[in-house]
């Protein structure tokens, strides 16, 4: 059966325009697109955007281990609410996904509970601990798409540089978070003056680039396909432009938080502002939301981490570190569009086409073949945001009680509806 929508703001991330226009929807993927008005009836858009489905790299759901943080059920509600058509799960769970065993019971948990598609991602050593390399072929025969010890950042080069080589061998993608692990050890901000003035244990920014540094110098020596999780600093975007100018294997991310937020909200000690890296200054918030207009930075995620009240209701020094923005990350995003510093094909290019690309599938588009994973929104839709209402579990996000712009009106996922 065909599904057409008809009467939409086609953002198209790989042409960079935006027309109005129709898409048919045939057996889970885009059968035809075109100008103008549809050739039958079908879904009415009211003049509303319709996008890809955004592909959200690095989202942590607590199963196995802390299911009362957020279930794989959870996380996909509220990813179907905002848009996110295509989870990529971090493997920092307890215990840390670094067995096919552990790898195929979330993959069958994710297919069950899951409203949205949910890909994962692997540990890069055993428990995450930086000693032994866990086995690269077995987990990518049992589905990784990646490699990662997260926020564990290995230690010990030499364990590093033969992770790396491992990966080159077998063309497996790593990503790695630039940090260097001594230097931001304990660190909840970033240094400089507020930090200073509120007592809070600090870290440099250059503790950033010069674990981007290092992970470059690795990709350089091993030739091993590389995606930096989130940077946060403009000291590290000239490293990242001269590694691409080099013709190394290399993209980068940036969190939404440390593209719409940055040191001074943290105000008097709220935790729901503490992530990791920690909030930077206003200076570097401005350089990566340019990094990402000029296409720098590849790719947007919501670096989604879930704490649950006790986490977050304790000294800022001692309290969990992350936030929820499953929901939150399209909105947050349009802040962007609504102050005139990104187009909508930017931000989808960032959100949808590139992270599709780097994991080499065929979603992040609205061309003939690509799947009908769809998101309908209207960006001037104002509201205030509630954290009681969010889907997910846990309600950790720093904008509860903001003013924001733009609301998910529907979500589609290989063709059927999944929200709205």
């Excluded at 989202?59 to 996380?75: D, I, L, N, Y």
């Excluded at 840390?96 to 790898?103: R, V, Y």
């Excluded at 995606?227 to 940036?254: F, I, M």
């Excluded at 503490?274 to 990566?288: H, I, Q, T, Y």
């Amino acid at each position: 059966m065909s599904i057409f929508l008809t009467n939409a703001r086609l953002i198209d991330p790989e042409a960079q325009t935006e027309t109005l226009g129709w898409l048919r929807l045939k057996n889970g993927t885009i059968a035809e697109t075109g100008l103008g008005e549809a050739p039958g009836d079908g879904i009415d858009c009211g003049g509303k955007y319709l996008a890809p489905g955004i592909v959200d790299i690095g989202v942590k759901v607590s199963e196995p281990g802390e299911r009362h943080k957020e279930s794989f059920r959870s996380a996909g509600l509220a990813a179907a609410a905002g848009g996110v058509t295509t989870m990529v799960t971090r493997p920092d769970t307890t215990p840390a996904i670094d067995n096919p065993e552990l790898l195929e019971f979330v993959t069958r948990r994710a297919a069950a509970a899951s409203a949205v598609k949910v890909l994962h991602m692997s540990a890069l050593t055993r428990d995450r601990a930086g000693r032994e390399m866990v086995e690269i072929g077995f987990m990518l025969d049992a589905g990784a798409v990646a490699f990662t010890d997260c926020d564990h950042v290995i230690a010990d080069t030499k364990v590093a540089s033969r992770c790396l080589t491992y990966a080159r061998s077998l063309d497996a993608l790593v990503i790695g978070h630039p940090q260097d692990p001594g230097l931001s050890q304990g660190a909840a901000a970033t240094s400089g003056k507020f930090a200073s003035l509120r007592g809070l244990p600090q870290v440099s920014p250059m503790a950033e680039r010069m674990g981007l540094d290092r992970d470059l110098a690795l990709v350089e020596m091993t030739g091993v396909r590389y995606h930096a999780d989130q940077l946060s600093s403009a000291r590290s975007l000239p490293r990242l432009e001269r590694a691409k100018a080099n013709g190394l294997d290399v993209t980068a991310g940036v969190s939404i938080h440390h593209l719409t937020l940055n040191e001074l909200d943290v105000g008097d000690y709220r935790t729901f502002f503490k992530v990791k890296p920690p909030l930077r200054s206003e200076d570097d918030r401005v350089a990566m939301v340019e990094a990402v207009a000029s296409g720098l930075i590849d790719i947007i995620s919501s670096m989604h981490t879930p704490q649950d009240e006790e986490s977050k209701r304790l000294p800022f020094e001692e309290a969990a570190s992350g936030a929820v923005a499953l929901e939150t990350l399209l909105p947050a995003a349009l802040r962007l569009y609504h102050a005139e510093a990104l187009t909508l094909p930017q931000l989808f290019r960032a959100l949808s086409l590139n992270p599709a690309r780097r994991l080499g599938l065929a979603s992040g588009r609205l061309a003939k073949g690509a799947p009908a994973d769809l998101v309908l929104f209207d960006p001037d839709a104002p509201f205030v945001l509630d954290r009681f209402t969010l889907q997910s579990k846990s309600k950790n996000t720093p904008f509860d009680g903001q003013r924001m712009q733009g609301k998910v009106l529907g979500s589609w996922v290989n063709g059927k509806r999944v929200f709205g």
